[in-house]
């Protein structure tokens, strides 16, 4: 566990805390904070009222004096909300183009992930060779193909499923796959293959690609000002703040320094290890333990992993929301993904559209007020032309079945308009 378990004082005085900080007033008629107290110092980018109402987030802040040593938490996702494009994927593309992609034993490639269908373990064995120590992906452009298709479509290059008979709320099975496939590396090592992707990556230039296999990949990266603006301002307002991503923890780890979050403070998808090495097995949260593969930091595995690794909630208990003292009071994101874990927020919740059904139904209702939306800070979304389908398939079940989004309370969202873009 990263944070100690706090004790049930520390949780009722951060309750009263929390409750101070639900945002309503406009920021020309908030009261003055102490002299001290930081607001947001780039100002470019944001829509509307949403830099005013997250200044008014900080002046609560400021303005409430919480008990000594505890403080307010705030939790973003990473890719696509600190960050532009994805550092799983910019590291999955180093992988590739320098031969660091280790076979699976014995050739079986269903022994790197439970979900991986026969199909794909066929098109994964016909395509890549076996009795070698790393996949010679930089130039055989088969096996990198192949590899390339299942991680980024979860189809084989001749269109077959690659996963099947995962919880559709709590495991991306091709997100899960990056960190499987780094199986007998150390996380040591596989930080310094992030080190090596976030150098090539932030020194592209915006908008280069790069040739993995026989693909055209995207090839750049880059930190949103107003994100790492905002998370310092979080900071110097006395916020802890976690990153919570689906890519791989060492990966997060690397990237998250750049921002001033430190890797204690980063949570990503983790492997079990063996001999201080990982293997291809990850992690449980909650009900799940160790090795059964079955939940990641994904929707409803993101809730868990908040609740278990920042507010010390373990069991079951880690998989259902939690009382206003033992959840986020700030949360950020841009993707399905996030939608739990926006949800427990207890004030403010920060919504990058990226045309994501069911998170631009939730914002957009913004049943209880605390919703904000904004365009991506870089190469923002175009207005999505049709209304999202809250109202008939917005909701993507356990079983992968689409489903009307639905409200607390039971209602049923009806279709949004695209209206922040």
């Not at 101070?20 to 908030?30: E, I, K, Q, V």
């Not at 490639?109 to 076996?130: F, I, K, V």
């Not at 090592?189 to 992030?194: G, H, L, N, P, T």
């Not at 995207?218 to 703040?241: C, K, M, N, P, S």
């Amino acid at each position: 566990m990263k944070r100690p378990l706090r004790t049930a004082a520390a949780a009722a005085s951060l309750a009263l805390a929390a409750t101070g900080l639900l945002p309503t007033a406009s920021a020309a008629a908030r009261p003055a904070g102490p002299p001290r107290c930081p607001s947001l110092t780039v100002s470019e980018g944001w829509y509307g009222d949403n830099k005013a109402r997250i200044e008014d987030l900080l002046a609560a802040r400021c303005a409430t004096k919480a008990p000594r040593g505890e403080k307010p938490v705030a939790v973003f996702d990473w890719d696509n909300t600190v960050i532009k494009n994805d550092v799983g994927d910019a590291t999955f593309y180093w992988l590739l183009r320098n031969d660091r992609i280790r076979p699976p034993r014995h050739g079986d490639w269903t022994t790197t992930s439970r979900y991986l269908t026969a199909e794909a373990a066929d098109a994964l064995g016909a395509a890549c060779p076996t009795g070698v120590r790393t996949l010679p992906t930089s130039s055989d452009t088969p096996c990198a193909d192949e590899l390339l298709s299942v991680y980024g479509t979860g189809a084989t290059t001749g269109g077959r499923t690659a996963f099947a008979g995962h919880d559709h709320r709590r495991m991306e099975p091709q997100y899960a796959w990056l960190a499987q496939l780094v199986r007998g590396w150390t996380a040591s090592e596989v930080r310094s293959f992030a080190a090596a992707a976030r150098a090539e990556n932030l020194a592209a230039a915006q908008g280069a690609t790069q040739q993995v296999g026989s693909k055209q990949v995207t090839g750049w990266v880059r930190y949103y000002a107003q994100q790492r603006d905002l998370i310092h301002a979080l900071q110097g307002a006395g916020f802890d703040v976690w990153i919570v991503s689906a890519s791989p923890e060492p990966v997060v780890d690397v990237w998250a320094r750049g921002v001033g979050v430190d890797p204690s403070h980063a949570i990503g998808i983790r492997n079990t290890t063996e001999h201080g090495r990982l293997t291809s097995h990850l992690k449980g949260c909650g009900s799940v333990r160790d090795g059964e593969d079955r939940m990641i930091t994904y929707i409803d595995g993101k809730r868990c992993w908040i609740n278990q690794e920042i507010f010390g909630v373990h069991g079951p208990a880690a998989e259902r929301v939690q009382p206003a003292a033992r959840r986020q009071v700030f949360a950020a994101g841009d993707s399905d993904t996030d939608v739990s874990f926006l949800r427990d927020a207890t004030g403010l919740r920060l919504v990058l559209n990226r045309n994501k059904n069911e998170l631009m139904c939730r914002a957009y209702d913004n049943s209880d007020g605390r919703w904000i939306v904004n365009p991506m800070f870089i190469d923002p979304k175009k207005p999505k032309p049709t209304p999202y389908p809250c109202a008939t398939a917005g909701y993507t079940a356990a079983d992968g079945t689409a489903e009307p989004v639905r409200r607390a309370d039971g209602s049923v969202v009806p279709d949004q308009q695209d209206r922040v873009y």
